[in-house]
């Protein structure tokens, strides 16, 4: 827990994009479901299923999850590039069964910031170039509770306690002036927000299943309280500016999931995603280029196992994944609606004799645009998930 929390102080992200709002939001939920493109609509037994809390109902066994990545991306304007890499600890996270109802808690980011921009106007005669850095995020601590109404149908909720500091500076030298200026704001953040979620599956034919999945995530308000100082090159001084508390809106999401598949051989769903307009815009990176829209996302993914039971192939058992999505996320810059388009594949790695398993993923894809004066990300993001299955709290037979 202290690794993950030295962890998540990190930078995790290297967008420009963080610099507007809290930063860059974050995937909630594990890597088997990320190489879906997020699709988790099967009431699944062995995995635990973050996005929607009524799954904590379904585990069969205790679940320890952890997970990271690696990520690489091209930065790119119209006249020039750059690169940039990060490596992230995404979440860690425990579900318990217990009987008819079950229990998860854990910690996993809700947003980063993590950029370094930088504007040269030092050839215009009184001109201001600014070099911009960012770093930080959000992260919250979880703890949910579901209840299984009958064999296919479970409901839940989880409550999540938002906390973090988002660190801005920005250095700024005039054409022809000797001493640079630097502003500092530290945010540091704090809120409370509370999901619901249900999940019911029912046969169609044969062994076939239909699978649904909802959730729901309400409003909730998180609490920003700033420091602000202003240095000047030159002078030992610094100027204090008084402290700003301000309260910033984060919006209700609604998650509706649906899939056909067979258990533990395959699954194809789609999950469609709806959040309303947030107010996420601090004191110090409100700009009139930079409007809030509304949030959407659209995926499909599923998976396939050629035969979880086989004792002659091993590769029989692995579980091969895939996903496809668009995001809007939510952020109007110079009129341009930035959207996010991507493509994921992963595996998962039994490990022998345990319902234990390995995950790997690959996410790539493509997130702004090079037109309206604006930056086109090109990432590629690697990642790697542990989920440790067994039985804990078993009463001892012997002494």
Known sequence: MLISFASFAQEGT??????????????????????????AVEQDSIHLNIENPSSYANLMQTTFTVGGTFGTSTLKSDSESAKA???TFDYLAVGIPMG???????????????????????????????????KGGIN???FGLAYKIKPNWSIGADLQYNFGKITTTSIEQVTGVQNTTSETNVSTL?????????MYQTKLYNKVNLFTSLSYTFASTLTSESTREITVSGDPDTYPYPNVTQDLKL?????????????????????????????????????????????????IGGYYIPNYASFTSYLSRITYRAGLKYEKIGLIVNNESIKDVGMTLGAGIPIPGYFSNVNFGIEFGKRGTVSSDLVQENYVNFSVGFSFNDKWFVKSKFN
């Not at 290297?14 to 699709?39: N, Q």
């Not at 598949?261 to 004191?283: A, C, H, I, M, P």
């Open 251 to 299: 919006p209700n999401k609604l998650t509706i999931g649906a899939g056909i598949g067979e258990s533990r051989k395959w699954l194809v769903g789609t999950t469609l995603t709806f959040q309303d307009e947030g107010r996420l815009g601090n004191y110090y990176n409100a700009a009139q280029n930079v409007q809030y829209e509304k949030y959407s996302k659209y995926a």
């Open 190 to 198: 704090s809120g409370v927000n509370f999901d619901i979620g249900t």
């Open 14 to 39: 290297a967008s420009p994009y963080s610099f507007y709002g809290i930063g860059d939001i974050k995937f909630k939920g594990t890597l088997e479901y990320r190489s879906m493109a997020g699709v």
């Open 100 to 134: 008819k109802f079950g229990a998860s808690f854990g910690l996993i980011p809700l947003s980063s910031v993590g950029y370094k921009i930088l504007s040269d106007n030092t050839a215009v005669e009184n001109g201001v170039s600014a070099q911009l850095n960012g």
């Open 85 to 87: 890499q990060r490596t």
């Open 140 to 142: 919250k601590v979880y």
